[in-house]
């Protein structure tokens, strides 16, 4: 058994940075675990690092506002608002830490992009740290902090299951991916980093999102929130492109199956519309037999400015365009086809400001977490950092208070059993047999983009039944063993992504109902929440958004 006073689950932006803010705050024992390599497989790492600060002379009353529209009211304005205060802070040590941000050349000041989907709000891009850039860059010096600071660290462990005792969170029960064995983890605190869910979809680098910690705390009886929102992004089917948000925004145009502009029919923003909208627009264009396939069309662009634009935007397009050109494919001559992507299901585990679940001694941080229900450009990032430092340094607080724990043998050995479950079974179906079935049900565009309540109770049908062969699963090694594992926890949060969509009745953001086609303030400022009830039945309810103790309101609507 391994004893620690802290256990960080997922080694991304958030993980690092609690596990960071968790040894300033005084804590010895931090063990942070990751079910890949310890930094290096998180979205994190693959991502293009470009994140929002809010520097000194911005106008930061102007960005909460914006992010509040941007978020249709339901972000929580208090994290907002310590998020754009604290920024600044963040980005000298990153920068203390050897990053810098890519500088508008000949001057010093920082350049600094807009971000999709926002008015005012600014981001940082390319960041950079000894020859790694994008988000690999931040990844790095993150680490060699925590490595710095003697965090203790463990590789491909993959945590199947929280452990409690005396109405607290008490550690927790993982498998190691190479061998099969379990480790049970003593803890006094847990905080999950572990990220969101994609359904192993086609966006790229997301394969680790499997909704672990969305099952983890919902089991342990904390509350779910948001989770009817699933952010659907755009890329080609055939190679890993990222920089959507910066092409479309400088002459580059989505065409139909004809070979025409369509955006402009759905949305005034036309291409410049946010990413949500586009999506929502191309499966009205498939209704209308316009499509797919669709295209990228680069055409109309200025090659010159957006190449230089894309290499400093990210560090994903520029490798890709390089590689792309020495295979003879120029997008910039040829449209490309391009798809609705499945990228990241918003919803998390409800907390409050520092990252507290309805568990005490469990905490959440970063994509894990809900928070706010839209996916913008440089958001994310900024988010995982920000949820990693101050939930690190509460979880450090609570550590400090909270006394000694001991575990419960019995569950002790039934988490043991659970988590090897699978592999004791001679048959049963596999993972890749549940997965495919899952994706077949949750990612035709009626399901996931344009949503109806009959549409989504079929849907629910479906994966009802996929639950019941998901706690079938047989595994005949440790790496489908953790296969059957992440299965199990991506059909569990699709069956509470259909829930929730099927609760809120109104059209907001990435949540559109055709048969609730309007945003209807009077009743839906509020969130849904999904907890586990007594027999093991979702218990799904709302919560008023606290309209009132915030600074910011609807303009001209009543609040509830
Ligand atoms: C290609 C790409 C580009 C992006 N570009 C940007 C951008 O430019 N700007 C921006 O703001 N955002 C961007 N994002 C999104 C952003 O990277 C993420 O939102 C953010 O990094 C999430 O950080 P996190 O720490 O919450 O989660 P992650 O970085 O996803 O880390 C979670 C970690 O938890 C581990 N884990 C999961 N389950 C378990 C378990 N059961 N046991 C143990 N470990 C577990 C995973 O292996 C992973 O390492 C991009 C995403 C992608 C995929």
């Not at 980093?193 to 999102?209: E, K, V």
């Not at 958001?379 to 724990?405: D, I, K, L, N, Q």
């Amino acid at each position: 058994m391994i004893d620690t006073d802290l256990l960080i689950v997922g080694s991304g932006f958030a993980g690092l940075w609690a596990a960071i803010a968790a040894r300033d705050a005084g804590i010895d024992r931090v063990l942070l675990v990751d079910k890949a390599a310890i930094a290096l497989s998180s979205q994190s790492k693959m991502s293009a690092g470009a994140t929002i600060y809010c520097l000194d002379g911005d106008d930061a009353d102007m960005w909460l506002r914006d992010v509040a529209e941007a978020q249709g009211y339901l972000c929580h304005q208090d994290m907002v608002a310590d998020m754009l205060a604290t920024s600044e802070r963040r980005l000298r040590c990153l920068e203390s830490w050897g990053v810098t941000y890519q500088r508008v050349p000949l001057m010093r000041r920082y350049m600094r992009l807009p971000s999709r989907g926002f008015k005012h709000v600014r981001m940082l891009v390319r960041p950079q740290w000894g020859k790694r850039v994008g988000g690999a860059a931040v990844i790095g010096a993150l680490k060699a902090q925590v490595t710095r600071r003697r965090v203790q660290k463990r590789s491909r462990l993959l945590v199947t299951g929280l452990l409690t005792g005396g109405g607290r969170v008490a550690g927790a029960v993982g498998i190691d991916r190479s061998s099969g064995a379990v480790e049970v983890i003593r803890a006094r605190a847990v905080l999950l980093a572990a990220g969101d869910c994609s359904f192993r979809g086609n966006y790229i680098a997301t394969d680790h999102a499997t909704g672990d910690a969305f099952r983890l705390a919902y089991d342990a009886g904390a509350r779910l929130s948001n989770m009817e929102f699933l952010a659907v992004n755009t890329g080609s089917p055939s190679y890993g492109f990222e920089g959507t948000g910066v092409i479309l925004r400088r002459g580059g145009r989505l065409l139909n199956a004809q070979g025409k502009p369509f955006l402009a029919d759905y949305d005034p923003d036309a291409d410049a519309a946010e990413i949500g909208a586009l999506v929502q627009s191309m499966a009205r264009e498939v209704r209308r037999g316009h499509g797919p396939p669709f295209y990228l069309d680069l055409r109309r662009t200025n090659r010159r400015r957006l190449s230089f634009m894309l290499s400093r935007a990210a560090s994903l397009p520029r490798i890709t365009l390089e590689k792309l050109a020495a295979a003879g494919v120029d997008i910039f001559r040829t449209p490309q086809e391009w798809v609705p992507a499945v990228q990241s299901l918003r919803g998390g585990v409800r907390t409050d400001i520092d990252g507290r679940s309805d568990v005490p001694g469990l905490f959440a941080a970063g994509l894990a977490q809900a928070f706010d229900p839209g996916l913008f450009n440089g958001w994310s990032s900024m988010r995982a950092m920000w949820a990693g430092e101050r939930v690190g340094r509460a979880a450090a607080a609570f550590v400090r208070e909270a006394g000694p724990v001991s575990l419960d043998a019995e569950q002790v050995e039934a988490c043991t059993r659970a988590a090897l479950t699978p592999l004791a079974r001679p048959q049963g179906p596999e993972p890749d047999e549940v997965i495919e079935a899952l994706q077949r049900a949750l990612f035709p565009f009626e399901v996931c983009i344009l949503k109806s309540a009959d549409r989504l109770r079929s849907a629910l049908e479906t994966i009802e039944h996929l639950a019941v062969t998901a706690a079938a699963l047989h595994a005949s090694d440790p790496h489908e063993l953790a296969k059957a594992h992440e299965t199990a926890n991506m059909v569990r949060t699709a069956e509470l992504f259909l829930r929730a969509s099927l609760a809120r009745t109104e059209s907001r953001g990435d949540h559109c109902r055709e048969d609730y086609p309007d945003r209807d303030d009077r009743h839906w400022l509020r969130w849904i929440t999904l907890r586990r009830g007594e027999r093991g039945a979702a218990e799904v309810a709302t919560e008023p958004v606290p309209l009132s103790n915030y600074a910011l309101h609807p303009a001209g609507d009543p609040v509830p």
